[in-house]
């Protein structure tokens, strides 16, 4: 059973930002940018696939209108899926026309979450983010650089089942963070 209350929600947020941050690149100075790590799991490629193109479409659209350099000093991007098989692909493209429209700012894109261009700890991976999310929090690039260097809070933002909230909420609340930080969830019923 596939539950759309996570994506849908946080990519909304996502694009809330992307907006914001866009509108940043032209008024002011990256220090106004708010700066994300936006972790996303699903249990099968097939779930992934659902949702994956809005994501490449909101991104496509950033880079089209800003630049890959300027998304990738904000914005991190780790995507745990937990079954796959060899026949699985990304091989998807964007929603709507944005492929025809921004062909450059796709393959740029696409270069960036498919692993061929990564330099920021941005990756799609085989696993689960519950067993390890603070693990994984704790040591990621975004953590260190974006947070920890520039004496930050965090902000942690949640959407999708009531379990996997609940141990995501412990595993952090049992773990020593270097920063401030605040927990938002939205959940799905059981």
């Not at 909230?165 to 799905?188: G, H, Q, R």
Request: charged share 20%.
């Amino acid at each position: 059973l596939f539950r759309s209350v996570g994506y849908p929600s946080m990519g909304a947020l996502l694009r809330q930002i992307l907006e914001e941050n866009v509108l940043a690149d032209v008024v002011a100075t990256a220090t106004s940018k708010r700066h994300v790590c936006f972790m996303w799991t699903c249990s099968k490629v097939d779930q992934l696939l659902l949702c994956f193109p809005s994501l490449l479409a909101d991104l496509t659209r950033y880079v089209h209108r800003s630049s890959l350099a300027n998304l990738q000093e904000w914005l991190t991007v780790k995507i745990f899926v937990g079954n796959f098989g060899p026949d699985d692909v990304l091989a998807v493209e964007p929603d709507g026309d944005v492929g025809e429209q921004m062909p450059r700012a796709l393959g740029e894109v696409k270069k960036w979450l498919l692993g061929e261009a990564v330099k920021d700890g941005t990756y799609i991976t085989r696993g689960s983010l519950g067993a390890s999310f603070s693990d994984i929090l704790r040591r990621s690039l975004f953590m260190r650089e974006r947070v920890v260097n520039e004496d930050r809070s965090l902000g942690i933002c949640f959407c999708g089942p009531l379990g996997l909230c609940t141990w995501l909420k412990n595993d952090i609340e049992c773990t020593s963070l270097p920063c401030a930080y605040e927990f938002a969830c939205e959940v799905a019923g059981s």
